[in-house]
C-alpha cells in the first residue's frame, strides 16, 4: 500500500510537560484516552496513514518531552519536520506563557524555514478555564498559526487538528516535495467516489 502514498511527513509535538501531548498522540494513533497517561521519557515516537482530500500520507509523528532535564534531547528532532503541534492547557494558564518559548525554540532549531505551525489549545473539557479562546486566538494570529481547541479526553479536535495541518503542508509550496516530483495534488476521482482513497475512514 506504500506506494499510494504521496508522501511522508514528519510531525513534532511540543509544549510544556503535563498538557496532554502524549494523550492527544494517543487519541490520534488508537483513539484511546488514559487518565493516568505517565509523562514521556526523552522522545516518543508513532507513526500513522492518513487521507486528506485525495491524498494519502503517512505521518511521522515525535512526541517530545517537556520537563527541562530533557531538552538537550530535542534539537535534533526538529530537523526536517514540515509540521510542529505546540500544545497547551487551557486550565494553567503558565503553560499557555511559555508557548513563546516553544515558538522560539522551533525557529531556532527548524531546518524548514516554512513549516507550518498549529495551536493547540487542549483539554477544553475542564470546567475552570485560565485562558479564554480569544486570548488564545489573538496569540495564534499575531504568530500567524494555525489553532484549534481540543480534548483528548473527549476526542474534541484531536482529528480535525491532524488533518488540518496536513492539509496546510501539502498546499505549502517546496515543504515536502521531492526534487523533480511529478507527483499531482488531490485526486479529482476521488471527489467522486471517496472510496478510492484507500486510507480514509481511518480514525
Same mark, same amino acid.
Given at each position: 500500500m506504500d506506494e499510494d502514498i504521496l508522501t511522508t511527513l514528519k510531525i513534532l509535538i511540543i509544549g510544556e510537560s503535563g498538557v496532554?501531548?502524549?494523550s492527544i498522540l494517543l487519541r490520534f494513533i488508537?483513539?484511546?484516552f488514559d487518565p493516568d497517561q505517565t509523562l514521556t521519557i526523552g522522545v516518543d515516537f508513532?507513526?500513522?496513514r492518513l487521507c486528506v482530500e485525495g491524498n494519502n500520507v503517512k505521518l511521522a509523528i515525535w512526541d517530545t518531552a517537556g520537563q527541562e532535564r530533557f531538552r538537550? !534531547?530535542?534539537p535534533s528532532y526538529y530537523r526536517d519536520a514540515q509540521g510542529a503541534i505546540l500544545v497547551f492547557d487551557v486550565s494553567n494558564h503558565s503553560t499557555f506563557s511559555k508557548l513563546e518559548t516553544w515558538l522560539n525554540e522551533l525557529d531556532t532549531y527548524s531546518t524548514k524555514s516554512n513549516i507550518v505551525k498549529m495551536i493547540v489549545a487542549n483539554k477544553i473539557d475542564k470546567e475552570k478555564r485560565e485562558v479564554s479562546r480569544e486570548e488564545a486566538m489573538n496569540f495564534a494570529r499575531?504568530?500567524?498559526t494555525l489553532y484549534i481547541e481540543a480534548s483528548a479526553k473527549t476526542r474534541d479536535g484531536v482529528q480535525a487538528a491532524f488533518e488540518e !495541518?496536513?492539509?496546510k503542508i501539502i498546499q505549502t509550496p517546496g515543504l515536502w516535495e521531492s526534487y523533480g516530483s511529478n507527483v499531482q495534488l488531490g485526486n479529482k476521482d476521488h471527489e467522486k467516489e471517496p472510496s478510492s482513497c484507500s486510507f480514509c475512514g481511518l480514525v
Open positions: 496532554g501531548k502524549s488508537d483513539d484511546s508513532k507513526t500513522k538537550t !534531547l530535542t499575531r504568530h500567524q !495541518l496536513v492539509h
